[in-house]
């Protein structure tokens, strides 16, 4: 990136072939005029030192500038000139601005590719929009166990059941925590990273999410625990041989099966996000 030292050494290689300085414009036909060529190139690596898309813009469109006047001053020194080496060595001091310019935009793009964004330009609307997918307020199945009164008794008798009541909290408790853990994703979109550790704070929140929804800790537990639960009321009050027909065909039957469809489906969605996020660092 050390465009001012390139611009140097090609000057000085026209010097040292030609025996002359640079072509330049004069002042008043006394004075030399800067090309600015110089400046131009200081701006480009002061530009690409701290990387701002704006800046970066703005650098290339003032050594474009100072490099297209330049070269109106290489074509008419050439013109102007009748020895063939002295238009070679022209010719190379304006090939040498184009491959600064080049070289510009070639480490511009690397520069850029690893500079501070917004997550949601990290990740893109695709990756972004499926991270802060709130599907809870969807679960009709998940919505009715944590609510419906009848999922905290004992499905053999109708009394109060503690472990299944409690179990219905944790479930509560799980979709509150998957709620608070998308908000957390979606307030994160502004919040500037470089890309690497854009996708692994991205691939973290989708964990946090997919916490509330796993077998461990998260719903999916609260659903296997609850069950557990209804089966030891029913063999504390002699029905252990109807728990099984209760279970496929009773009046919770068809919400616990949406319910446990709406978790498994849901987590399966996040570890697979989370797993494509994984894939970019």
């Not at 030192?49 to 703005?58: C, G």
């Not at 997918?133 to 679960?139: A, I, Q």
Request: proline share 4%.
């Amino acid at each position: 990136m050390n465009y001012q030292a390139q611009w140097k050494a090609a000057k000085d290689k026209f010097t040292k072939a030609t025996g002359k300085k640079k072509p330049s414009e004069k002042v008043g036909g006394l004075f030399r005029k800067s090309s600015g060529i110089e400046d131009a190139t200081k701006g480009l690596e002061q530009a690409l030192a701290k990387p701002d898309a704006e800046k970066i813009a703005k650098a290339e469109q003032t050594f474009a500038k100072a490099r297209d006047a330049y070269v109106k001053t290489l074509e008419k020194a050439a013109a102007a000139e009748k020895a063939d080496d002295y238009k070679k060595e022209v010719a190379a001091l304006a090939k040498a601005l184009d491959d600064i310019l080049e070289d510009y935009m070639k480490d511009k793009k690397e520069v850029l590719a690893e500079a501070p964004r917004p997550l949601s330009d990290i990740l893109g609307p695709k990756l972004f929009g499926a991270l802060t997918t709130d599907n809870m307020s969807k679960m009709r199945g998940l919505k009715a166990f944590c609510t419906d009164k009848r999922f905290a008794v004992s499905g053999a008798d109708g009394s109060p059941l503690p472990q299944a009541a409690a179990m219905q909290k944790q479930g509560l408790d799980c979709a509150s925590a998957y709620v608070r853990a998308v908000k957390a994703a979606k307030a994160a979109k502004s919040t500037s990273y470089k890309p690497t550790a854009g996708y692994k704070a991205a691939a973290g929140l989708c964990s946090d999410i997919g916490v509330t929804l796993a077998p461990m800790e998260g719903m999916l537990n609260a659903l296997a625990n609850w069950k557990d639960a209804q089966e030891k009321s029913f063999a504390t009050a002699g029905k252990a041989g109807e728990f099984g027909a209760w279970m496929k065909s009773g009046p919770l039957s068809d919400v616990l099966k949406a319910a446990g469809s709406e978790a498994n489906d849901e987590l399966t969605r996040i570890n697979n996000l989370e797993a494509e996020l994984n894939r970019y660092f």
